[in-house]
C-alpha cells in the first residue's frame, strides 16, 4: 500500500483534522490553566508576605526599644534557607537592618525585577514581590520573596503541556494512519469485487466480516443487488432461449410450408390454403411477441398510475357467470364460493384478465368432469383469491417453474399455447403487490393470489415500483426492436 495514497485518504485527512483541533483545544486549555496557576501562586506569595509582615508588626508596636531590629537580624541571620527578605529604613531612608537589596522607597505591593540577584538554576535576573508599610518613629519596613517557585511552576507546566500535545498529535497521526490502512483495506476489497463483477463474474459477491458495521451494510446492500442483478441476467438470457427456441418451431413450419408451396402448389386453392397456413402460423407467433410484450410493460409498473378502486367480489362472481356455460359445454363444473363486498385497488382489466387466465388454465389442462371452483374470502390484512381444481395436478418438482415463461408440462406441450399464461398471472400479480402460490388440491391443483388489503397495498406501491426488473424495459425494447 502506497504511503501516498495512505495520506490521501478521507480517514486520515479526518484524523489530522480531529488532531489539529485537539491541539487548539489543548492550546486554550494550557493558557487557561497556565494564567489560573499563575494567579494562584501569586495570590499564595502574597499571603506569606503578608503573614510575615503581621508577625514583624507586632515586634514593631513593642514597647522594648529595638524589637524590631532585633527581630529582623535573628530572623535573617537564621541558619538555613528563609524565603524572605527583609528592609528596615530610617527617616533618612537608610538601611537599618536587614538583607533586601536597594529596597524601594514607597510603601504597599510592588513587584521588583533585580537583576543582580542569582536564582537557584542560575538564572542572574530574580523577581521580588515587595510590601511596605509604615514601622513608627518615621521607619519604613519592607518584606519581599522572589518568585522562582512560581517560575518551577511555569516552566513545569509548560512542559508538562509540551510533552502531552507532542504525543497527542504523534498517536493522532499514527492512529490515523493506521485507521486509514484498516479503511483503505476494507474498500480495496470492495473495489477488487467490484471490478471482478464488471469483468463478467457476476456471481462474485461483497466480502461481508461479520462485525455488522457500515461496511457490511453496505455490502449486504450491495450484495443484494448483485443477486438482483444476476437475477435480472438469468431472466434475460432465458427468456432470450426460451423465445429462441418455441419460436424456432412455428418459424420452421412456416418455411416448409411455404418452400412447398413455391415447389409443389399448382392451382390457386392449393397456394390459398398454404397461405392461410402461413397466416394462422404467423398469428400464433405474434401472440406470443404480444404476450412478452404484454408482461414487459405490466413489469415496468407504468399502469400502477392508473390504479382504482376495484369491487373484486363483483368481478369473480361475473368471472364465474362468463365461464359457467363454457365449463358445461367442455363437460366441466364450474362453482364459486365468493365473499361479498371485497374490493381492492388496482386495474380492473389486469384483474379481470388474471382470474380469465387461471380458469382457462384449468379447463384447458384438466380432463373432461373435473370440478373447478372459484373462492374469495378477505382474511386479516390480506384478500385471498383462488382457483381450484380436482385434475391430475402438477408434481411438486414442476410448481416453483410454471410461472416462468414458456414453461410447460410434458402432457400439455400437445394443447395450443405458448406457456406465457402463468408468467402473466405473476406479472399481474406482483404489480397489485400481491404474490401468486399453487398449492395441493389433493386432488388436483390450487392457484391461490393473496392481495393486501388497500392501506398495506398503498405502502408496497412505491417500493414495488422502485423495485420492478430491468428484465421488462430489455425485454419490451428488444421485442419492440424485432417487431
Known sequence: MRLNSLFNTATFRL????????????????????????????????????????????????ERPGALVHEIEERTKSPGHHPFEYGLLDASGTLIAGDLNSPPTQLGWQVLDRPGATMSDGDTSV??????????????????????PLEELRETVAGTFALGGAITVALAVLGGAAISALFMYRVERINRTARSVMAGAIGERMPVSGANDEFDQLSTNL??????????VGNLKRVSSDVAHDLRTPLTHLR????????????????????????????????????????????SGAQRASF?????????????ETYAPVAEDEGYVLSGSIEPGVAVRGDRALLNQLLANLCENAIHHTPA?????????????????????????????ERARVFQPFHRLDQ??????????????????????????????????????????????????????TGRSGLADEVSRQLSGNL
Not at 20 to 42: R, T
Not at 270 to 296: H, M, P, W
Open 15 to 62: 484524523a489530522l483534522s480531529f488532531a489539529s483541533l485537539f491541539a487548539v483545544s489543548s492550546a486554550v486549555l494550557f493558557a487557561i490553566v497556565y494564567w489560573s496557576i499563575q494567579e494562584f501562586e501569586s495570590q499564595q506569595i502574597r499571603r506569606s508576605i503578608a503573614t510575615e509582615m503581621g508577625s514583624l508588626e507586632l515586634s514593631a508596636k513593642s
Open 127 to 148: 523577581v521580588f514581590y515587595v510590601f511596605g508599610m509604615e514601622a513608627g518613629d518615621g521607619q519604613k519596613l519592607f518584606v519581599a520573596q522572589d518568585t522562582e
Open 223 to 232: 450484495n443484494l443487488m448483485l443477486d438482483r442483478i444476476e437475477s435480472l
Open 256 to 299: 416448409h410450408g411455404l418452400e412447398r408451396a413455391r415447389s409443389e402448389a399448382r392451382t390457386v386453392p392449393e397456394f390459398s390454403a398454404v397461405i392461410e397456413r402461413s397466416i394462422s402460423e404467423t398469428d400464433g407467433i405474434l401472440r406470443t411477441f404480444s404476450a412478452l410484450l404484454r408482461i414487459a410493460e405490466i413489469e
Open 308 to 320: 382504482a378502486d376495484v369491487d373484486l367480489s363483483g368481478l369473480m362472481t361475473r368471472m364465474l
Open 369 to 397: 368432469g373435473t370440478r373447478i371452483e372459484l373462492g374469495l374470502e378477505a382474511n386479516g390484512s390480506e384478500i385471498v383469491c383462488s382457483v381450484k381444481d380436482t385434475g391430475p395436478g402438477i408434481p411438486r418438482s
Open 412 to 465: 400439455s406441450r400437445s394443447t395450443p399455447g405458448s406457456g406465457l399464461g402463468l408468467a402473466l398471472v405473476k406479472a399481474i400479480s406482483e404489480l397489485h403487490g400481491g404474490t401468486i402460490v399453487l398449492l395441493d388440491n389433493a386432488p388436483g391443483a390450487t392457484f391461490e393470489l393473496r392481495l393486501p388489503r388497500r392501506s398495506q397495498l398503498q405502502r408496497v406501491e412505491a417500493s414495488v415500483a
